[in-house]
């Protein structure tokens, strides 16, 4: 099983600031067959990015992903008030899927 | 888009079993797979498994074999997730969640959740 370690763990930043989350493999993903969500409280998680850096559809082009092998990383360019949430990576590169443990974005 | 619609919060007693359905309207039912994702309360999102309608195949992880089952009605577009030998720590919002394919990739639609409450 791929686990994944997403840093930090909270994340406490001003509007308009720049977000820099982190999801660490513990073995390199499959052709980069990572996904990042957006999750808020009492809501269904909402995908963001597949395959490391391709936004989902609707999602605004603030949101933006990188990376490949073990390192992956998700940037919200210029922090939103409603971009409040836990955010989640997720491996399907093994059959296995595999979640992280999230970030919790705060806005300041 | 597809939308998912699970039944409603369910309370259950230790050693029990729940079943939670999760229906699909718009698509087409057997072109993807279905798969469950539960958050215990102040946890993480944790990947239960999942089904592909068309063939009936089933994937779980090592954790969750031999206590989920997870089924499908193609004349309903319906999917169920039964859960058995329940634990307290097994209390927890119960999400179904759609892939647009056949397989086992992300995730693009939600279900809106179930509450499942286990206690004695």
């Known amino acids: 099983e791929i686990v994944l370690t997403q840093s930090p763990g909270t994340l406490s930043l001003s509007p308009g600031e720049r977000a820099t989350l982190s999801c660490r493999a513990s073995?390199?993903?499959?052709?980069?067959?990572l996904a990042w969500y957006q999750h808020k409280p009492g809501q269904a998680p909402r995908l963001l990015i597949y395959?490391?850096?391709s936004r989902a559809t609707g999602i605004p082009d603030r949101f933006s992903g990188s990376g490949s092998g073990k390192d992956f990383t998700l940037t919200i360019s210029t922090l939103e008030p409603e971009d409040s949430a836990v955010y989640y990576c997720q491996q399907y590169g093994s059959s296995s899927l595999t979640f992280g443990g999230g970030t919790k974005v705060e806005i300041k | 888009q597809v939308q998912l619609v699970q039944s409603g919060a369910e309370v259950k007693k230790p050693r029990s079993s729940v079943k939670v359905s999760c229906k699909a309207s718009?698509?087409?039912?057997?072109?993807?797979?279905i798969s469950w994702v539960r958050q215990a309360p102040g946890q993480g999102l944790e990947w239960m498994g999942g089904i592909i309608p068309l063939f009936g195949s089933t994937n779980y992880p090592q954790k969750f074999q031999g206590r989920v089952t997870i089924t499908a009605d193609m004349s309903t577009s319906t999917t169920y997730m039964e859960l058995r030998s329940l634990t307290p720590e097994d209390t927890a919002v119960y999400y179904c969640a759609r892939c647009d394919r056949s397989g086992w990739y992300y995730f693009e639609d939600w279900g809106q959740g179930t509450l499942v409450t286990v206690s004695s």
């Open positions: 718009g698509g087409t039912f057997s072109a993807y797979s």
């Open positions: 395959g490391a850096s």
């Open positions: 073995q390199s993903v499959t052709s980069s067959f």
